[in-house]
């Protein structure tokens, strides 16, 4: 009697839907068994196993700042990089100042917090090669490569080639429709324009002879007419590198012009130390000779314009 009850209950345990199989292992924890609900031998919910994933990856990847995004995926699918538009070189036409970029940087450190607020510093210098797992880094030296930022950075990216604002209380352009807007400045006000270098290049010791770019010159050009629309130009170029250029608006009253701050061109490192100050810089051609490759060899020229009557 006892042997017939004991076959009918293993008869019924073994025709249980959820009886284990023979042979299929136990789920050791909630994790394990819901893995194998949907991904186990014995899956019976496949369309909801997939959405399940496609979900999970959407929201990692919607994570990630749209800036690594595109460096991610140009890693992934391996884009053309995009040469600069070909640039005329009118540098002999203007007077070209020098300014010794080798000098010892003071140790003057510029407010940034306070008194300008233009430059960043880059709290961790990364390397090219540290940028290479997100970005394709040439081997000739290249302008301003990196996908471009427009705060504070400590990974691989770059300011654009010019930005301005206002002296008194202004601020850079904080998104690309910002800067393609450009600033407004009323009659008397100075603005500030700073230009930031990057050699892109790699930056390893052995190739520093082929990747350094050389004679390095910065051409500026600032727009003399009466009127309310005004722009400053800027056309970096070396003897080794292809030209790369940037034109920004300014915008003032109709019967107004730009006019250069006599002797107010600076020259910053990277991390802000001041290498040269009180340059004649507008109009004119600025030759601050080689730049090695690497975000700890970048530089930063800025100088002043005014808006006054015509």
């Known amino acids: 009697m006892a042997k017939k009850r004991k076959e009918r209950l293993a008869s019924a345990s073994a025709s249980s839907p959820n009886a284990q199989p023979s042979g299929e292992r136990t789920p050791q924890n909630v994790w394990e068994a819901i893995f194998s609900l949907f991904w186990g031998p014995r899956t019976k919910y496949p369309f909801i196993a997939v959405t399940g994933l496609v979900v999970v990856v959407y929201a990692v ?4 700042p749209a800036e690594h995004q595109k460096a991610l995926l140009s890693k992934i699918i391996p884009l053309p990089t ?4 070909p640039v005329s070189d009118n540098r002999q036409n203007l007077p070209i100042i020098v300014l010794n970029v080798n000098a010892s940087p003071s140790k003057e450190r510029v407010q940034t917090k306070v008194e300008y607020r233009d430059v960043i510093i880059y ?9 290479a797992q997100f970005h394709q880094i040439p081997t000739v030296p290249s302008f301003n490569i990196f996908p471009i930022t427009y705060g504070t950075t400590s990974g691989c990216f770059d300011l654009p080639l010019l930005r ?7 601020k850079y352009p904080s998104s690309d429709a910002e800067a393609i807007a450009g600033v407004t400045a009323s009659l008397g006000e100075e603005l500030f324009a700073s230009i930031f270098i990057d050699n892109g290049a790699v930056d390893l010791e052995h190739s520093l002879n082929t990747t350094t770019a050389r004679d390095v010159r910065i051409t500026t050009t600032v727009s003399n007419e009466i009127g309310t629309t005004h722009s400053v130009t800027v ?9 790369i250029q940037q034109k920004f608006p300014v915008h003032t009253g109709p019967n107004e012009k730009l006019e250069l701050v006599p002797e107010s061109g600076e020259l910053f490192d990277a991390q802000l130390n001041v290498i040269d100050s009180g340059a004649a810089v507008g109009n004119n051609t600025v030759s601050i000779g080689d730049i090695k490759p690497g975000f700890a060899n970048a530089k930063y020229l800025r100088f002043r314009v005014k808006v006054v009557g015509a």
């Open 61 to 64: 990847w919607a994570a990630i």
């Open 82 to 85: 995009p040469s600069p538009s």
């Open 123 to 131: 709290q961790a210098l990364p390397t090219q090669n540290d940028c």
């Open 164 to 170: 301005m604002r206002k002296v008194v209380g202004g």
């Open 235 to 243: 056309l970096l170029t070396a003897k080794n590198a292809e030209g």
